[in-house]
């Protein structure tokens, strides 16, 4: 059975090659020391036209031990690729493949605070004639880490995710007009979206910070001002043209929105109370709906 050397000690079994692996991109003199995936292919294709993969590794520099042979050496960082065929003797050897490509680090910030990894959805599209998502060649980019791209103009999308508290309730989407459920609070995306353009040049770093305008908001319907928030009240918080954005359910449940002016909507026992708010970026707060009724507080 094949398998990466239980350690990075160069000794070579008898009769076998030990391979020292690392990437480095072109350009760049350190060899990379993070997001790699290598695989070793024999080079010899099988009957349908395939290679079998011998042994694979997501360490930056694996040291592995393989018998004597024809091999297809393969790494990938991000996006980018390099391919090298070798052929190896009962020998320890070193090599270093060179990556055509940059690398591009995200990071997200609200009110100068750095927003945690977890809470933003990235995408990276490749622009095509003025549609700059012409080509969505990332969907799954994480906050902080390394990505490697091949050189070129590439165009982010960050979505901030709504991580609060609260039972969501099905709305509609005003993209296609029909009702779905909605996904788990950890993973809801909000309204507060952020777009950059920016260009990967080869051997170069990228550091992108993206600045995301939104805040926390706990929605109450209370008889007065400062009261008790009302249990089992539904919310249906709009933009001022009368578009939903969101729908909740609870006595407080919270929500994150993009800095803005909106309307909220409670129903509660069968009636209904509206009011108004704005939000600002980086700070949380309550909105208190007042159950008023011609002009007069509910009971």
């Given at each position: ?56 590794s997501?360490?930056?520099n ?8 024809d091999?297809?050496?393969?790494v ?65 980019a ?7 791209l ?8 960050s ?61 109450k319907l ?49 009636k ?28």
């Open positions: 059975m094949l398998a990466p050397a239980a350690s990075a000690d160069p000794a070579t079994p008898d009769g076998q090659a030990t391979l020292s692996l690392s990437a480095v991109l072109n350009g760049a003199s350190a060899p990379l020391t993070g997001g790699l995936r290598w695989r070793v292919f024999d080079a010899r294709a099988d009957a349908d036209g395939a290679h079998a993969l011998i042994v694979e997501n360490l930056a694996p040291t592995l031990t393989v018998p004597p042979g091999y297809v050496v393969h990938a960082f991000g996006l980018a690729s390099a391919t090298k065929r070798m052929t190896l003797g009962p020998e320890v050897r070193s090599e270093r493949l060179t990556l055509a490509a940059g690398a591009l680090k995200i990071d997200g910030t609200v009110a100068e605070a750095p927003i945690d990894p977890s809470k933003l959805s990235l995408a990276i599209y490749v622009p095509e004639g003025r549609n700059p998502q012409g080509k969505l060649v990332d969907a799954k994480k906050a902080g880490d390394l990505i490697g091949p050189e070129g103009n590439y165009h982010i999308v979505t901030y995710l709504d991580t609060v508290g609260g039972r969501f309730l099905a709305s509609t989407n005003p993209s296609t007009g029909k009702s779905a459920a909605p996904a788990p609070p950890t993973t809801l995306p909000t309204n507060s979206i952020v777009n950059a353009d920016i260009k990967v040049a080869s051997g170069k770093l990228v550091d992108v910070t993206l600045r995301h305008r939104c805040a926390t908001l706990t929605l209370v008889n007065k001002p400062g009261g008790e928030a009302l249990a089992n009240t539904t919310f249906t918080v709009l933009t001022p043209g009368g578009d939903v954005i969101r729908e909740l359910i609870g006595a407080f449940p919270s929500l994150v929105l993009a800095e803005g002016e909106y309307a909220v909507v409670a129903r509660h026992d069968a209904t109370y509206q009011s108004s708010f704005e939000v600002k970026s980086g700070m949380d707060q309550d909105v208190e709906v007042v159950a008023q009724e011609n002009g007069k507080e509910g009971p």
